[in-house]
């Protein structure tokens, strides 16, 4: 998936770029108890005959490894009856056995997953049962290597959903492709757990009146394989992130720098036309009084040139003729590019030749020191760049891409053969389709020696190993099978609460920078009037479906923004539409919209929204909902909110497409979309200028929904040229409140993260709202399964 705007993608690097939250954030209640009722139902129990009580049946099993050669006990002994005792167990398996007894042992003759059923009856006859569900994998498949099998105090093998495709940092894109890239590959700066820009192997200087950027280098940063990391390593890299070929997503955060946007495009010259100039255009040919606003890098036209102009308005570009403009030196016979915005005319180089290098904005003062001058102050810059781009070595790299291309630089790690970088791992074997290993890299530059309560760790992780495990089913199979030591359960709640009540395992959950969101195709008329927007959002009970779909795991947002962020407003949440059919009805109604009701004013059951528009046909309010099939998470969302819309009249089809297409095809391409269920993964900084402007709507950026307010965009570009986050503040929480009133998205919900590790992890930093993975550099584990006696950091351990 290409690059969300503002590194809203942006994953791990070296020791936590994105770094974490120190504790869960308390789980709301999703209905306050009406004291009146519990005070009536009070004295009505004190004047009853007290009833029996049912029992409470509660198990356990072991062992922790569940295979076809186990004999696994099950232990009821736990389950209780608060007035009496318990006369029966009863034990009902999927494959088709039964048991009794109050302690039992069971095998199953075959791989899979076993719903598991106890039933306890009290000596009055009262019942209660729970049903867990256990996954049960083959004793002799056996993994073709030893070290994936067996995990070692120096080893911790994690399963990912999505083999990487790239690991080189600048055309990575897809998350484990960051975090694995990230760890080989080190940045100048990092971010602290409060996002914080903190030193990396660099520190900083920013000059606000030239608006440059002086970064300093720690003298002796060595790459992986020991030569010295220099400023010349710096402007490589920054050559390859802006070279016109680069073929990534990430070019934006560069553009800032003087001189990257016309390095990036080839452009070489531009020219203001004057009447007469246009005049001179549009009968083909410009006099040789024009040209000297085209002379630059040694780049001279001569001559009388002739103008080709092929080009048509184009309305997705406000009427810009952009495309198909050439200009021909009729001395050298050269071709050149031009495009043409109002009175300006610019030229570019062909494609295949490129502007000198460096650009004029970066400067290698000495070995030791890196200049970057932008065009304009950009809060962001130091976040995006100097914290997550992942600096590549030019003596490994630089020849190859200049032979072959620096479009080279996107599925070609494999090719070129050499995967280095400075980050505290090293990339030692990779395995298509089944793992890679990262060993610890003995020449990075930051100490891992951490002192925890005067103790010092096991001497950290010297080996990981990224075992490819796409079905979140077989990734649990593999943690109960110990073939993985840690898993991510972010993708399915049910997994994380089942391994929860497994004592062999440690379960830990952390409030993440994600969220879903409801949104409309705007170039839709059904869909334009914001208060239409707002009556849908109206008719969904958030909190309950919060409740149905992640199980407590969550938050219900209530806007783009995060408690977690600087730009967080708790007041958001009341402008913020809150459940309420009666508001659906009342918003609809202004609108100019009808539907049959009950004598009591409510919806009858299966009625719909209709109104008669200006030619004369009737609209109904039905559409469409779709989302990914890689979520569970928000086809559960989709399949409530059907329910609820149709309770408040609005008739809502469900529709699930391939991920890829979702986005790629549906969504970014041929925009076919009515309403979606999507998400985002925020970035440390508000800016939302991709998402938000109107000079993004998509193919552009990501305003795939064409989302356009005036106020907005130029709220945006205020916003993002302030460095002082106090000045910039306000600004953001206004333009989170409009969004919101306009109803940029109907938000959903915030999902907590959620990952689960063997007995024997020391996990000395906090995960991250991003990852669980950000700080594994700093990890210790002792391998055996047994409890690690140093003090565990401060994030939420739910056991």
Known sequence: MKKQGMVWLLCLTTLGLLAGCSSG???????????????????????QTPQNQSPVALFEYAPAVLNTLANITLDASKSSDPDGKIAKYSWDFSDGTKAEGATITHTFAKAGSYSVKLTVTDDKSLTSSLSKTLSITDSTAANRDEHLRLSKGTELRIPISEEPKELLPEATEGTWESDISGLIFDTMVQSDQSFAIIPGFATWEWNPDTKTYIFHIRPGVKFSDGVELTCDDLMFSFKAWTHPDYPGVRFDDFSPIVGAVEYRNRTFGTLSLTPDLVTALDSGALPPSALDAFTKYG????????????????????????????ITDSKSQKSYSATRDGDQLTLHLPKGETLPWPISGLKCVDPYTFSVQLNKTQRTFLNYVGASAGIMPKHIYE?????????????????????????????????????????????????????????????????????????????????????????????????????????????????????????????????????????????????????????????????????????????????????????????????GWTIDKNADGTIKKGAVWTKTSADGQTLKMEFEIATNSSSTRRQDYMILMQEELAAAGFQATTRVL?????????????????????????????????????????????????????????????????????KAKPIYQEINKILVDTMGYCWLSFQDGTFASKKGLLQIEPVNPNTPYAYLPRWSWDGKGLPVTIKKSNTSNSN
């Not at 297409?661 to 800016?687: R, V």
């Open 299 to 326: 780049i001279t036209l001569s001559g009388n040139v002739a103008v080709k102009i092929d080009g048509t308005e184009d309305a997705a570009s406000g009427g810009k003729e952009t495309s198909a403009w050439s």
């Open 399 to 591: 020849q190859y891409l200049e032979a072959n291309g620096y479009d080279k630089l996107k599925g070609k790690d494999l090719e070129i053969g050499k995967i280095i970088g400075a980050g505290p791992y090293k990339l030692a074997k990779w395995e298509p389709g089944q793992y890679l290993e990262l060993d610890r890299n003995d020449n990075y530059w930051q100490s891992r020696e951490i002192s925890v309560d005067g103790q010092t760790p096991l001497g950290g992780v010297e080996k990981l190993f990224f075992i490819v495990t796409p079905d979140p089913q077989a990734q649990l199979a593999k943690l109960l099978a110990n073939e993985v030591d840690v898993l991510d359960t972010r993708a399915d709640v049910n997994q994380y609460l089942q391994l929860k009540e497994n004592a062999a395992f440690d379960t830990y959950k952390y409030p993440q920078l994600v969220y879903d969101y409801w949104h409309w195709n705007l170039r839709n008329p059904l869909f334009q009037d914001i208060s239409v927007r707002k009556a849908m959002c109206y008719a969904l009970d958030r909190q309950t479906m919060l409740n149905q779909v992640l199980k407590g795991l969550g938050e219900v947002a209530n806007g783009p923004t995060s408690p977690l962020r600087w730009d967080w407003d708790p007041t958001i949440a009341e402008v913020h539409p809150q459940y309420s059919v009666q508001k659906t009805i009342e918003l609809m109604e202004k609108a």
């Open 25 to 47: 954030q308390p789980q709301k209640q999703s209905q306050a108890p009406n004291q009146n009722q519990n005070q009536n139902q009070s004295t009505q129990n004190q004047a």
């Open 658 to 726: 391939d991920t890829n297409a979702f986005y790629n095809n549906y969504l970014e391409g041929s925009h076919n979309f009515q309403t979606a269920i999507a998400g985002w993964k925020m970035g440390t900084d508000p800016d939302g200028t991709s998402i938000w402007a109107s000079n993004e709507i998509d193919p552009v950026g990501f305003n795939w929904m064409a989302y356009s307010n005036p106020k907005v965009d130029s709220l945006l570009k205020e916003g993002i040229v302030l460095a002082d986050i106090d």
